[in-house]
Each structure stands twice: as C-alpha cells, then as structure tokens.
C-alpha cells in the first residue's frame, strides 16, 4: 500500500487532486485508515493511470468517470484506443513543431493544414460505417452525408482555426464533434424545425434589445443584463450539444474581426452593431 503522499510523489499528481478525485467519486482510495489517511494498492495505481491517458487526451475528469464506471468498460480495449489516439496527438505535435521551425527561421507559412484533420475525419467515416440506419433516417440518403463531409473538407482551413480557437485544440473539437454527431444521430436535431423559427425569433428580438443600447458602455448595468440574457437563452437552445469552453470569445472576435460576420450584422441591426456586441460579450465574460 502506498500513501498519498507516495502517490502523489510516483505520478507528479498533486495531493489536492488526489483528494478530488476522491470526492468525486473517480480514484476512490482502497483503504482508509482510522486516521483518515489514503492508502491506494496497486489496482489503485493502475487505474490512475488510466485516467491520466484519458487527461492527456483532454477528455474531462466527468467524461473519465463517465467511461470508466460503464460496466462494460474494457480496460485492454481503451489502452488499445488511448495508445491510437496518443500517435495521432504525437504526429499532430510533430507537424506542429515542424511549422514552428520554419517560423522561426522566418519564413511566412498560415497552412492551417498542419492541425491534422485526420481524426476527426476517420471518426466521421467511423459513423458511417456503423450508423448507416439512423444517417440515412436522419440526413435522408448517405448521399447527404458524404456531401456533409467534401463541405468540411472544401473548409478544412477554417475549420481547422476555429476548431483551435473555440475547443482549444483539435482533438478538443473532434471529440466534441463525435459527441454531437452521435446524439444527433440518436434524437434527432436538438430543436424540433417547429420550434426554430420561435427560437431564431427570440434570438433575433434579445439581439436588438442589447444593440439598442449602443449609447451606453459596454459595462454599463443594463448592457451587461442584456448580454446575459442573450447568452442564457442561446446556451439554453444549444441544449447539450458541445459547443467548447471558449464559444462565446470566439463569438466576440467575430463580432469585432471577421469581416463578413460585421457586414451582415451591422447590416441587420444598424451600423456599428457588430463591434458593440464584440465589445460588451468581452465585457461581460471580464476580458
């Protein structure tokens, strides 16, 4: 048996994390002694490591315990799968290295092609392969599914940005991508198309409240209301779709950045529309 002292001393992982772990109900000590002191035996130590591959693949410490408290959990079959996922995480940070060397040496190089979209679209053809039934009820023909695909890969680029700004990373983005797809694939849209024109209603009429208010500061009482309730309610109708942890400072930098996205804004809520929504999401998430 070791301590968590000795744990936390063997992994490099922290005593406090231990202590969460445990209150989490994820690593649960194998013995407690009267002391109240952690003791964890080798079975223990095994299954941290576990979940240290699955942290290094940036799933979520609920995810983890998600996968791991499933009664089928295969414990060969996820190194099998963590092993699979770690080459292509090393083959992407090799890339990216290589990227970095010729910046360095100052040579002009935005191929966004280097945040490999292999995975993402391996799990896609994956999908495809396995959900052939539930594709063709929900998308109406695998025609319209492989045509999804040549959509995402005409826009690899783009993607490929956003993916790094929204998820913080790719595999971030195409674990979360896999998540949705598979809930869309069992439910159905997360909006029934009866509710949508209602909801892209509300949408549109919180929009126009919050740019009414382009006289006053962005960190003005009622502008920061307003900016919350837009927030709460299109969170609230991305329902349990993924929509990655930096969602909203993405939205404000298209707000205020990306060309496009202020020429049709300003032009449906009035000049300078664009860049005060930018402006007063930043201010309310205090960036």
């Not at 919050?210 to 927030?231: F, M, P």
């Amino acid at each position: 048996m070791m301590t968590v002292k000795q744990v936390s001393l063997l992994t490099g992982v922290s005593i406090r994390s231990l202590q969460f772990y445990d209150e989490i109900g994820l690593l649960k000590p194998t013995q407690t002694t009267a002391a109240g002191y952690r003791l964890y035996d080798d079975a223990a130590l095994e299954k941290l490591q576990q979940i240290l591959f699955f942290k290094e693949l940036e799933f979520t410490l609920k995810e983890i315990k998600t996968i791991m408290s499933e009664p089928a959990f295969d414990k060969a079959a996820a190194f099998a799968k963590q092993r699979e996922l770690l080459e292509l995480k090393r083959d992407r940070l090799s890339a990216m290295l290589g990227l970095l060397d010729k910046l360095i040496k100052g040579e002009a190089c935005m191929d966004f092609k280097t945040f490999d979209m292999r995975e993402y679209y391996r799990i896609l053809d994956d999908f495809k392969r396995t959900h052939t039934e539930a594709i063709t009820t929900r998308l109406g023909s695998m025609e319209r599914f492989d045509e999804m695909v040549r959509e995402l890969q005409g826009n690899e680029n783009e993607i490929a940005e956003m993916a790094e700004k929204q998820f913080g990373s790719l595999s971030g983005y195409t674990n979360a991508m896999e998540k949705n797809l598979a809930a869309f694939l069992e439910n159905g849209p997360s909006v029934s198309p009866a509710d949508a024109e209602g909801l892209s209603r509300k949408t549109d009429e919180l929009t126009q409240r919050l740019t009414a208010l382009q006289d006053r500061d962005e960190n003005a009482a009622e502008v920061r209301s307003a900016v919350g309730e837009l927030i709460e309610f299109v969170n609230a109708c991305n329902g349990d779709m993924e929509m990655g942890e930096n969602y909203w400072p993405f939205m404000a930098e298209l707000y205020l950045s990306n060309p496009a996205f202020i020429q049709a804004t300003d032009q449906k809520y009035g000049a300078g529309a664009s860049r005060f929504i930018g402006r007063a999401i930043r201010a309310y998430l205090g960036g």
